[in-house]
């Protein structure tokens, strides 16, 4: 069954309906442009037609994007030439769009063509957009909730339908650019201000009828004599100064990592000095280009393919749906609060309880500040801010858990505490409510020996900002049943969060990973080596924070605790003692971080940032020989990716997929690398065991190659060859 429908009104208007079959939103895919091409070309063929109309047959929404799998399909129909079989299949997108946008038109006079206009019930994104742009006019419904924009920057690839061209086009170089760099993304309202569609009302397709029959002008302003960019092109003296400052951002921005950042920049620039139907060649060779990028492929996988899949389940339980309806948050604290907010913003019922009722109040006020921002912004009304909080009940009365079917301990980390509050619990919920421990060290399984139910006992590590943050750490104790896992998982899903799935292991996945980032960071300052080196070298490979900043950010107090109680548990096998020599004498010094406005970096007195504290180098003083750039980003990259192994290795980790996405929305490992196994796929196998040998002998064991690595380099294999659900299904 086709996805687009046309139906010819007695008035003449041809009314195109985009309506993907099986999905809530539309999606393009490679048979749906060969229809959507057909059905225009029969209406303009018909004398009887007098325009077009395009909208969507779904409420709400007119396209979410495109399937990014017609992307592999047109690199493996290329063979051994995989740029070409892309160019081309990108050329045939441009030639559906244009000949929408060209309608018939003569080419010489631009006379004759049939008006086409994009009625669009709400959200359009990627293609969604990218085709009403190709359209004469567009109108979207007056619809607060819609999206309007050009994400794909955020997934490593840029507008390469026709986007980059018509927006550049329509709105200038400076205008365009956080459409297009930043992919922001505008309600309707906002859109139409911003000049990116043109009309917003109540019924956009009876007005594009209207519209359509009124005889309008269609030829668009760079198909005629005498076009000029709006704010000018390159050369022109305001349009110089745009392209060198947009120059500067994108390098200010990517560090020069993200590839398709410099590649958008360069069809605009390119494309400007050009006719249109060149202009167009141009992006799709830069398209092209960006595509062939194994960042960009990696990209893709991880923040599309894979997050996608993760979020709908990919992993969860054959159990009946677990959808939560009153979840007992324990704890109003900062993480409490947050999970409170966001858990009603879901339309759960939440019970916040905590040992006073002040604490519990004030962990409510958390969602009411949130709503007056969200209020002052005007993306609130008062009436949804009195809804939310309705939702939430603050307390000190175990009672008032009754009806819970989730409970989510947020409370101090400290087993005594949790053990308390977990026994506390029980005694007051049903035999069927999930218990679920917010811990971001804690062993869950020690932690269930607390619970007359450790089969319902499961761990749910949260991110801090909870409301920013997007991952949600799922950890299995070693009696944690499906029923446990597939609660946390749709409780996940309903927060709109993206969960992944650990086994029980000390720090789990993520803060595994991390506190060796922090850890060589750290270590690399006692050893003399620069710290505005470590933190721009980290920069400079992606990591949105450098390893002394994010010290600084989580508590160097904090690190001081972690250090302790890990070395209790490792005993004489701990192996940073030099890391910890550090650590303790910067709390001695009283300086705990951005907490304490002193840390690795000063602080002025309203607690801003102002640089590296140069007390550093009077007790670690900077050695006057320097490393390479490359070899501290070795040393920070392979201390994550190492763990990431070793994770695998030892089942912590079940699927790589979850340890790509989990890495990029976790602790930002650099997303250009699509995450540490994408990463080690780009470097290949070979090389990174090689590499662990050169570092190793450098700097000690911490950076020994794993088993698993140094048998798949040996058999030149790669972690997504092995692991990903494409081997999985062909096993």
């Keep these: 069954m086709t996805d687009f429908t046309m139906d010819t009104g007695a008035d003449g208007v041809a009314v195109i309906t985009w309506d993907t079959q099986g999905k809530s939103m539309n999606v393009m895919n490679q048979q749906g442009f060969e229809d959507l091409d057909r059905l225009v070309g029969e209406a303009l063929a018909d004398e009887a037609v007098k325009g077009i109309v395009i909208t969507s047959g779904k409420e709400g929404s007119f396209a979410g994007g495109m399937d990014l799998n017609i992307i592999a399909r047109m690199k493996d129909a290329g063979g051994d030439d995989p740029a070409k079989s892309l160019f081309e299949g990108v050329m045939d997108m441009h030639g559906v769009l244009r000949r929408i946008e060209r309608a018939g038109m003569d080419p010489k006079t631009n006379k004759d063509g049939k008006p086409i206009a994009a009625a ?14 190709a359209c004469h006019r567009i109108f979207c419904a007056d619809n607060p909730k819609a999206k309007i924009g050009l994400p794909e920057i955020m997934v490593g690839i840029f507008p390469g339908a026709g986007g980059t061209t018509r927006l550049v086009r329509k709105m200038g170089a400076m205008a365009a650019s956080p459409l297009l760099l930043e992919g922001k993304m505008n309600d309707p309202k906002k859109a139409k201000a911003a000049g990116v569609i043109d009309e917003v009302v109540d019924d956009p397709l009876a007005a594009a009828k209207e519209w359509v029959l009124s005889e309008p002008k269609i030829v668009k302003p760079w198909d005629e004599k005498g076009y000029k960019m709006p704010g ?31 590649a958008l920049l360069s069809a605009v620039y390119e494309g400007a000095q050009v006719p249109f139907d060149t202009a167009l060649k141009i992006e799709a060779r830069w398209f092209t280009n960006v595509l062939l990028n194994p960042s960009s492929s990696a ?23 677990q959808k939560v309806s009153k979840v007992g948050v324990l704890g109003a604290g900062m993480m409490g609060a947050g999970i409170a907010l966001v858990s009603a913003l879901a339309g759960i019922k939440v019970v916040l309880l905590d040992q006073k009722q002040e604490a519990a109040d004030k962990g409510k006020s958390y969602t009411a500040d949130y709503m007056d921002k969200g209020i002052a912004r005007k993306k609130v009304t008062a009436e949804k801010k009195e809804a939310v909080l309705g939702l939430i009940t603050t307390t000190t009365d175990y009672a008032t858990l009754a009806e819970c079917d989730l409970i989510v301990e947020a409370v101090f980390e400290d087993p005594g505490i949790k053990a308390t509050v977990t026994k506390a619990v029980e005694e007051v919920v049903g035999e069927d409510c999930i218990f679920a421990t917010n811990t971001s060290t804690l062993p869950i399984s020690e932690l269930a020996k607390a619970s007359k139910r450790p089969e319902q006992f499961i ?27 597939a609660k946390a998982l749709d409780f996940v899903r309903q927060i709109r969060k993206t969960p992944i799935v650990v086994n029980d292991e000390r720090f789990f996945y993520a803060n595994r990973c991390i506190i060796p980032y922090i850890n060589e960071g750290i270590r690399m300052v006692k050893e003399g080596v620069e710290p505005a080196l470590i933190e721009n070298a980290a920069k400079l490979v992606g990591m949105p924070l ?8 989580t508590s160097i107090d904090l690190g001081v605790k972690i250090a302790k109680a890990t070395k209790a548990a490792m005993g004489d096998a701990y192996p940073n003692d030099e890391v910890d020599e550090v650590l303790f004498w910067m709390e001695s010094e009283g300086r705990l971080g951005r907490k304490s406005s002193a840390g690795f970096y000063a602080y002025d007195e309203k607690g801003k940032r102002q640089g590296l504290w140069d007390g550093l180098e009077g007790r670690y003083p900077v050695k006057d020989n320097q490393p390479e750039l490359v070899d501290v980003q070795h040393r920070l990259l392979f201390a994550q990716l190492l763990e990431a192994v070793r994770a695998l290795e030892e089942g912590v980790l079940e699927d790589i997929r979850e340890g790509d996405v989990g890495a990029i929305l976790g602790w930002g490992f650099a997303p250009w690398s699509g995450g540490p196994f994408s990463w080690l796929d780009i470097i290949g196998t070979p090389y990174a065991a090689e590499r662990c040998d050169q570092l190793t002998e450098q700097f000690g064991e911490r950076f020994a190659c794993p088993a698993l690595l140094r048998e798949m380099a040996e058999k030149g294999q790669s972690f997504y060859g092995r692991f990903g659900q494409e081997a999985k299904a062909a096993a």
Aim: glycine content about 12%.
């Design 120 to 133: 669009l019930p709400g959200t359009a994104l990627g293609i969604g957009l990218e085709i009403p742009l």
């Design 232 to 262: 000018g092109a390159p050369y022109h003296p305001a349009g110089f100064m745009t392209f060198v400052g947009a120059s500067a951002m994108v390098n200010g921005k990517t560090q020069g990592v993200y590839p398709a950042a410099k």
């Design 299 to 321: 990209m893709i996988r991880s923040l599309f393919i894979n997050k996608e899949a993760l979020e709908k389940g990919a992993n969860r339980p054959d159990v009946p749906d």
């Design 459 to 485: 761990g749910i590590h949260f991110f801090s900002p909870v409301d920013k943050m997007m991952l949600v750490e799922i950890i299995k104790g070693r009696e944690t049943g499906p029923l446990a896992v």
């Design 546 to 553: 450098g390893p002394l900043q994010l010290t600084d950010e």
